[in-house]
């Protein structure tokens, strides 16, 4: 099962039937732990290996895909928090590039403000963010104990509901039939819920900057004369 309409690389089914479990499990460590793997496709990918071994052409049971993944993300999330550890804050002075967004890190930032500790675990099902708030988690000194607590909730929340909402639905004759559009429109949903939290910041950010620099109008009133 193949979508035309995706490079292969980022086409889940492709990676399932491609490199199977193994290959799931390094994408999920990548996306989780290492700065690069922000443009991973986690999310379809759970969900599509779900909906293969409902469907019965990916042959691994249920339990196994799941558990198995949880401990890759929850390895991810720590490969992550040490690398930040080590290096520091100068991991996020590097210029931008094909692999590495300011933006990105911006958008971490602000989950960390609105949420604090439990960004670990809510950060854990928007795409790009849960690949850089580790390493900022590390970066920042964030106590271990608390860091890895909430780091083994959303790796388990994570790593079991996709592939289990994939599992699921393929039960769905609507959904067995129409399985790559279903595919198609996911990635496509997950790419627009990655951006528009992006574009809303920079939105923000520009009308901050304007009402900055927009000038003070004094008030150039004159007072009327007194008549006697």
Not at 43 to 55: H, I, K, P, Q
Not at 123 to 133: H, K, L
Not at 166 to 171: H, Q, R, T, V, W
Request: aromatic fraction near 12%; include cysteine.
């Amino acid at each position: 099962m193949h979508l035309l309409a995706a490079p292969q690389l980022l086409n889940p089914s492709y990676l399932v039937d491609a490199f199977g479990l193994v290959g799931i499990l390094s994408i999920i460590f990548a996306e989780c732990g290492l700065l690069v793997g922000f443009f991973l496709p986690g999310d379809t990918l759970l969900f599509s290996a779900g909906l293969l071994v409902s469907e019965g052409s990916f042959h691994v049971p249920l339990w196994v895909l799941c558990a198995s993944v949880s401990v890759a993300a929850i390895a991810g999330n720590l490969a992550g928090y040490a690398i930040g550890y080590k290096a520091g804050p100068m991991v996020f002075r590097r210029p931008d590039s094909a692999l590495f967004k300011h933006e990105h890190v911006d958008r971490a930032h602000a989950f960390f403000d609105r949420w604090g500790a439990a960004t670990i675990v809510l950060a854990r099902f928007v795409p790009i963010v849960r690949t850089f708030v580790t390493t900022m988690a590390g970066a920042g000194k964030m106590r271990f104990s608390v860091f890895a607590g909430y780091s083994v909730i959303g790796g388990t929340l994570w790593g079991t509901s996709i592939p289990l909402a994939g599992y699921f639905l393929g039960k769905v004759q609507l959904v067995r039939d129409h399985v790559e559009v279903i595919l198609l429109g996911a990635v496509v949903v997950v790419v627009f819920f990655a951006i528009l939290p992006v574009a809303f910041e920079v939105w923000r950010r520009s009308r901050a900057r304007r009402s900055r620099s927009a000038p003070v109008v004094e008030d150039l009133t004159v007072d009327a004369p007194t008549q006697h």
